[in-house]
């Protein structure tokens, strides 16, 4: 049980269930929109499978990277305080990373080059020589570029048996795009925002570079225009969810805005609590989104 516990800590919960309920919206998404098209559950189910794993290979790997920071920023993260040693760390990430390819390469082949190329991203992301996550633009355009574009794309397409690098780009899947994108940036510079002490001298992240406030306001204004965004697409391109679509992406931004006033920027506690909160919002979008079509 306890193994269990530190495997649960290891995978980074919060990112798994985004992950998780992702990918159920867009095999939603893919049944209400292309039904007759869909893929069978034994390609679901390994779809899952592999995305998941691909999950943990690349938060697992990032946490093996830099475990001096993490003693800083995120003691309680399984390596960082010695519940987990680096070498049985690099075995889940390794065999995570293995379970991923050979999942995606039973579903097809264009879904196997989809999964490499999260994987290589996220592999580039903490290690040497490219190493995203050391400069804040690369380690933005990193993560907007997977759970913006890689994953609601590609896997959409996957669902309803289409390659998703032969110029296909259904009209149904760019709002979630656009906005899970300004959502991923707001991601990548809100979490570092109290990680500041353990990141100095070591990344240049945007909270480092030009400080916390900017660091945050930056994410706000990416993300508020997001909402505004598909609030208006509720409005002009009117249909019976579109007032479900309105109110609650209204609600959404009206408590982003509440929390984002009443933030301390100065309280590390807070801002990670804030964090959290902003996940949710990333969990709610996902629960929201296929339910317009339905």
Known sequence: ?????????????????????????????????????LVSVKIFLLSILSALTCNVFITGLNQWSDVEVDKINKPWLPIASGELSKSRALIIVISSGIISLGA???????????????????FAYSMPPLKFKRGHIAAASAITLVRGLLVNLGFYLHFIGLVWYSGNFPNVVIPLIIFVSCFSLGI?????????????????????????KYAFYAGFFVVTPAYLYLIFLGIIDFFPQSIFAIVIHSLAL??????????????????????????????????????CFY
């Open 104 to 122: 995606a390469s039973l579903c097809s082949r264009s879904f196997l080059l989809l999964i490499s190329l999260i994987l290589f991203i996220g």
């Open 188 to 212: 990548a510079w809100f979490k570092d925002i109290p990680d500041t002490k353990g990141d100095e001298g070591k990344f240049g992240t945007l909270a480092i570079k030009q400080g916390r």
């Open 1 to 37: 049980m306890r193994s269990l516990r530190i495997f649960w800590k290891f995978t980074r919960p919060h990112t798994i269930i985004g992950s998780t309920l992702s990918i159920l919206s867009l095999y939603a998404l893919a049944y209400f929109t292309k039904p007759e098209s």
């Open 254 to 291: 009206l408590l982003f805005i509440i929390s984002s006033i009443r933030l301390d920027l100065k309280d590390d506690k807070k801002i990670k609590m804030f964090y959290l909160f902003f996940w949710g919002l990333f969990f709610l979008e996902y629960l929201v989104f296929p339910l």
